[in-house]
């Protein structure tokens, strides 16, 4: 079987880093960054996330503390305004536009482990149908990792 070219760290890091910059110019990312922008300027979206935070801070300083009765009625109130932040069409838009940029990543990361897989199952003479190597064959006599 013929030798293909070993690649180096860098070699991998470099083609990482392009298909890195292609990723970021997908129409995902590009959604997803401009919806992002739209949040931020969005003033009933940061009140909301502001008061949102300072109820987390209640609520955790009402647990240390316990008063429980005081922690459930923050944690009501925090609750009504997730759901109306949450309710905000921006939001959902903002909050789908991140599952997909993720689903492009986990798919990449898919395809990637997939492929080294099955590289590794067909180099080593192993059987691609039941994912088994070749590992314990060894090659025109060659030793383990043999130069």
Known sequence: MEQSKLYTDQDILNKARELANMIANT???DFFKRAEQQIKHNQRVQE???QIKQKQKQLVMFESIQKP??????EDEYNQLQNELDSIPLVEEFKQSQVDVND???????VITNTV???IILDTGGNPLTGET??????????CCSL
Not at 69 to 74: G, P
């Open 27 to 29: 129409k995902e990312v």
């Open 134 to 143: 070749g590992g314990g064959l060894k090659k025109d006599g060659d030793g």
């Open 117 to 119: 897989s099955e590289r």
């Open 48 to 50: 909301l996330i502001s």
């Open 104 to 110: 492009l990543l986990q798919m990449v990361t898919h």
């Open 69 to 74: 009765e005081l922690a459930k009625k923050v």
